[in-house]
């Protein structure tokens, strides 16, 4: 039961999944900074400040649509990070493979098969034949 799980967590995917969440963690943190330390504060500057600066009273209900805006535009940066600096390339590389124009991983040439054919007869030549069977009498 432990060498499976211990399979299951060292397969390629597994291990690809987990570098992709940490790295996503780790974009998703500089993205907040970079929208509440810069966006946020342009969002204030911009609308004047006061009653616009991203907070709206309504009853003595706050709507901060401010931080509304900055999520919604914290949410575009990273979704265009992700489609030009993964999804397009990506795109790119799988259409010039199915075009021919970049090969995917070369297969071995006709002649590389048979010398590997060639050397694989010669050591079972090398080899003492393995006895054969006593063929039984004909009746």
């Not at 504060?41 to 006061?50: A, S």
């Not at 489609?83 to 002649?111: D, K, N, Q, W």
């Amino acid at each position: 039961m432990i060498k499976g799980f211990k399979d299951f967590l060292l397969r390629g995917n597994v291990v690809d999944l987990a570098v992709a969440v940490v790295i996503g963690a780790a974009f998703t943190a500089v993205v907040s900074s970079f929208t509440s330390s810069f966006l946020t504060p342009l969002i204030t500057i911009f609308t004047g400040g006061g009653e616009l600066a991203g907070v709206v009273l309504v009853s003595g209900e706050e709507f901060r649509w401010g931080a509304f805006v900055t999520q919604l535009i914290r949410f575009v940066i990273t979704a265009a990070v992700i489609y030009f600096f993964i999804v397009a390339p990506m795109r790119r590389l799988v259409r010039r493979r199915a075009e021919g124009e970049e090969t995917g991983p070369s297969a071995p040439s006709e002649v590389e098969l048979l010398v590997e054919i060639r050397d694989l007869l010669r050591a079972q030549q090398s080899q003492p034949p393995a006895s054969e069977p006593e063929a039984a009498p004909h009746r």
